[in-house]
Each structure stands twice: as structure tokens, then as C-alpha cells.
Nanobody
Framework: QLQASGGGLVQAGGSLRLSCAAS????????IGWFRQAPGKEREFVAH??????ITNYADSVKGRFTISRAKNTVYLQMNSLKPEDTAVYYC????????????WGQGTQVTVSS
């Protein structure tokens, strides 16, 4: 199971840290990803991290501003220099290394960036 938290309201230029707590299984052979969906838009990839070794990947739109990391059974998404266009519901998800689709999804957490 995945439990996302940490969303909120922040002014443009501010920071938030999202957390995705994983339980019920070991994630050694998994990739944990963050996705987001803004109103009226399709869900989009934000970042992912391979559990072990912790290899990361980012969408171009967040490179240099967001950092994904993991510690114990939690994956974090540190979001700095937030922009109004980052406003969305953020979801964490998990998939096996060789899988295409994400099998496990957490509930979303709302991030709102005011201008």
C-alpha cells in the first residue's frame, strides 16, 4: 500500500515536501513514481526513483526544482521554486522494474500554488 501526504497551499516560489509511505511489501525490485493531474488535464509523470540502487528520473518541467529521494520505506518529493502551473493532485505509484504499468497507486494529495 502507498500513502501520499504533504500537500497544501503555498505561494509561488515556495516549497513543499510530499511523502509516500510504502507498506505491506518490500520495494527492492520496484520503481516508485510521482505523477500529477491538474484539472481538465491528463495525468502526467513527474519523477521516479528505483528503490535499489536509487536511480532517479525527472520530467523536464520539474528538473532542477524537484528532488525525489527515499529513506527506509518512504519516498519523498521535495518541490522547490513552485509555480502556479505545478498546481495539481499528486499521486505516488509503484511498479516492478520490468513492468510497463504502475500496479499500485496511493491516494492523491492536493498541491495548490498561488501566484
Amino acid at each position: 500500500q502507498l500513502q501520499a501526504s504533504g500537500g497544501g497551499l503555498v505561494q509561488a516560489g515556495g516549497s513543499l515536501r510530499l511523502s509516500c509511505a510504502a507498506s505491506g511489501r518490500t520495494f527492492t525490485n520496484y520503481i516508485i513514481g510521482w505523477f500529477r493531474q491538474a484539472p481538465g488535464k491528463e495525468r502526467e509523470f513527474v519523477a521516479h526513483i528505483r528503490w535499489s540502487p536509487p536511480i532517479t528520473n525527472y520530467a523536464d518541467s520539474v528538473k532542477g526544482r524537484f528532488t525525489i529521494s527515499r529513506a527506509k520505506n518512504t519516498v519523498y518529493l521535495q518541490m522547490n521554486s513552485l509555480k502556479p502551473e505545478d498546481t495539481a493532485v499528486y499521486y505516488c505509484a509503484a511498479r516492478l522494474l520490468r513492468a510497463i504499468d504502475y500496479n499500485y497507486w496511493g491516494q492523491g494529495t492536493q498541491v495548490t500554488v498561488s501566484s
